[in-house]
Structures are given as C-alpha cells and as structure tokens.
C-alpha cells in the first residue's frame, strides 16, 4: 500500500510539472503574440493606428511596446494636416483621434504615471476639440512627468499651439515647462527655435528668462542669434 501511494504521489507531481511547463510556454507564446501582434497591422504607423480596435486590450504588454504603440498615435495626429492624410478617406481620418485617445486612457487607467499616454491623450482631444479633456490630460501630463524633457518639449509645443484654449492649470504647467526647458541644453534649442518662429511666444518666454540667471539669460540669447541667423541665411 504504502508502494502504490508513494507510486501515486509521484505521478501526481510529475503531471503537475508537465502542466506547469506547458502553462508557462503557453503564457510565454502568448505574450510574444501580444508584442508582436502591433508591428502586423500595418507598415506606417497610420496604417496601424487605423488596424487598431475599440476593444480594451491593450496593444501590448511592455512598457517599450505600449510606447511604440503612442508613437505611432503622435506620428499619425502629426500627419493628420500631410499631404497623404489629405487623400485618404474622410472615414479614415475621423478614426484615428478616437481610436488614439481610447489607447491613451485604457494605458494611463492601467499606469497613471505615464505621462506620455497622458500626453497623447491631449494631443487627440486637441484634434477632437475636447478643450476640458485636453487641459485636464495636458495637466495630468505634467504631473506624472514634471522632469522628462522629452516630454517637456511636445507638451510645450502642443500648449503653445493651443494656447487661448488652455485654463489656468496648463498655463502654470505650461510655464513649469518652459522654465525647465531653459535652462536644459536640447530643450533651450527647441524654445530659441520657437521663439524666433513664433512672435505670441517671445513676451511670454521673455518673461520667464529674464528672472533666471545671467548666464542662462546669455545663453539663450545666443540659441535666438544662432537660430535668427540660420532662419535668415536660408
């Protein structure tokens, strides 16, 4: 008796491991679908965006896919004014604000500190002129990442499109931004760019500059001369 219980028992674990084994394969192809399964819908990441469903699965499970999967959705509002959006269908072009913003609130109500799914999000309800949704996520976006310059730079570029529709909470974030750009080397570029390309912007950044030190003063001043010249030899 006690043979054919210890007999048992060992079947009973080597079963369990073979069902573990092949739950964990199956788990691992699974999720190898899943960060796959983006780059087959499509070549562009217009054609992909417009592959995407209105289903709540997310587009993958990595924070590197899930990023990708934004990229694609800025790439595509960025291209909404090109000249291949422009003959497309109207269909086509009225899918891909609503399609972004529902990944971008599916991503930020799954991981609240992304703030670029935060920033994605205002930049579709700016194409849909949902201006509460786009102050409250553009806000959102700052808030989740104050510090992340690359981010910092599109969502200045995004308020300043917009700006008489932002309320006083984007302006102040908007203004966080700015300061931070500033006195950072690649984003002081992008504002001296702005600055000399955008003649509402140069009170506003005038501003905030000339309560910084001297030599950030100095410094930007030089980035508006290099960025003036260059305009000019062009």
Known sequence: MQQIRQDLSRTVIFASACLLGLVTAGTGAWAMY???RPQELGISSLDRVLAMTEAAELPALSIMSQNNALLDCTTALDAM???AMMYSTVEARAEVAPKCL???DRLVAQSPSNAYAWYVGAQASAMLEDWDGFNRRLAMSWRAGPTEQWIGELRVALAEDNYDRLDAQTIAANEADLHMLVLSLHGIRAIAARYVADPGFRERITAIVEIMPAE????????VRRFANGRARS
């Open 34 to 36: 899943r960060e796959m």
């Open 81 to 83: 004014q090109s000249l």
């Open 102 to 104: 529902a990944m971008a």
């Open 216 to 223: 950030s003063q100095q410094r930007f001043v030089a980035n």
